[in-house]
Every structure is written in C-alpha cells, then in structure tokens.
C-alpha cells in the first residue's frame, strides 16, 4: 500500500476487556515497530520484527502484550485484560532498512481508552 | 540503554522569529538522528535528519546541527509560520529508535 495503515482508528475497551489493534505496513518494508505513546509523552518503543521474527521485545510493558507478524507482513499487538494505565496511541512503523532509525514511516495509530 | 533528553517542553515564538529545540543522547554509538514532526492527532512524520558523518545539514527553513562530542545535536526553524506548531520530536537510535520527550512549538501571527 502507499502508506502504514492501522486499524481500528479508535477503540474503547473496558477495563479487563482484551483487544486486538492491526497494523499494515508498506508493501515489502521487512521491519516493523511498534509504540506505545501517551498522552503529552513521546513514542516508547514496544517491539520488533523483521519479517516474522520479533527480535526485540524489551518494551512491551508487561506479559499483557503481545505481538505477531506471522506471515511477514500485517503484525498485530494483543493485550490482554486491558487497564486503565493502557490508553495511549499505538502507533506502528515500518522501515525497509532495519533496525538503525532509518526511513521509519509511521501509520496513523489506534487510539485506545480504557473505561 | 540509550536516553535522550530534549528541551525546551514548550516554545512559543512570534512568526518570522526563529526555533531551536536541542536534545542530548547518551550512546555513543548513534549514528543518525531524525526529528519529526507531530501535528494534533496525526501521525509523526520526518522533517530532516542528520548521519554522524556530517555537522550540519539544511533543507530550505529548517537546520540540524550534530556536534558528537559533546553529544548533542539541535533543530533550527527559522522564519517560523504558523503553520509550525507543532510538537517536534527527536529520536536516536543505536538500535532502535528512542524519543525525546517532544517539544511543543506555538508560532504566534
């Protein structure tokens, strides 16, 4: 596609409520990333993939979540009886150049509220 | 891990003044440092970068400037509009990309 697509745009979960947040990235970028950015804050990396591989998962913030990329491509971040410290925006990347930094393009985020 | 620190947290400005929101990382082995750009409710999206080869780089209104040494590197708007503001962040890397805290800059007409 011509950009990183994540849906949905907005959900509301209650609270113990799982869900499920998608992200497309651009048509053959192997590396995509995932973030977790709060409200007045700046991005906080959550997790890695090359292809299907996660390579890094240092950031996801507690065995809640968690993230597959099963065929390469569409990744999606599950977590697991939501709470309210959740809500945030996930926004996802993606980047044809790996891990350094370079070229990253971000999607539009899901903004999640947990009530 | 890496840490970057970025300042001012707000900046306000009248038009046709200039910018300049600073940031200080810690790995030293970063080598390339972007600043992007976040409009309310939008996605990020990358104004300019700077590869640690170089000092300085500019691109028509907008300047970075990387000094290694003392590891730090600066964003430069100048001639601001009001179509600036914005909160700009800047990242390092050396693996992954790890954001400053953001700054948010108002342009005043």
């Known amino acids: 596609g011509a950009g990183v697509s994540q849906s949905p745009r907005y959900k509301v979960a209650k609270r113990g409520q799982d869900v499920a947040l998608r992200c497309d990235p651009i048509?053959?970028?192997?590396?995509l990333f995932w973030y977790q950015q709060a409200l007045g804050q700046g991005p906080e990396f959550l997790t890695y993939f090359q292809n299907e591989a996660q390579l890094d998962k240092s950031g996801l913030p507690s065995d809640r979540f968690f993230a597959e990329r099963p065929e390469g491509s569409v990744s999606t971040l599950k977590i697991q009886r939501t709470q309210q410290e959740d809500s945030a925006v996930y926004l996802c990347?993606?980047?044809?150049?790996?891990?350094?930094?370079?070229?990253?393009?971000f999607g539009s985020g899901t903004r999640l509220t947990v009530v | 891990g890496e840490n970057v620190e970025q300042h001012p947290s707000t900046l306000s400005v009248q038009e046709g003044d200039s910018a300049v929101i600073k940031c200080t990382y810690s790995d030293s082995a970063s080598n390339y440092f972007p600043w992007y750009k976040q409009e309310l409710g939008k996605r990020p999206q990358l104004i300019i970068d700077?590869?640690?080869?170089?000092g300085e780089k500019k691109d028509q209104r907008i300047a970075v400037t990387l000094n290694k040494t003392a590891k730090h590197f600066s964003l430069h708007i100048t001639e601001t509009q009001p179509e600036d503001s914005a909160v700009y962040f800047c990242a390092a890397p050396p693996d992954k990309l790890i954001f400053g805290t953001g700054t948010r800059l108002q342009v005043f007409p």
């Open positions: 700077i590869r640690s080869n170089v």
């Open positions: 990347a993606s980047s044809s150049t790996g891990m350094r930094g370079y070229g990253y393009t």
């Open positions: 048509s053959g970028h192997v590396s």
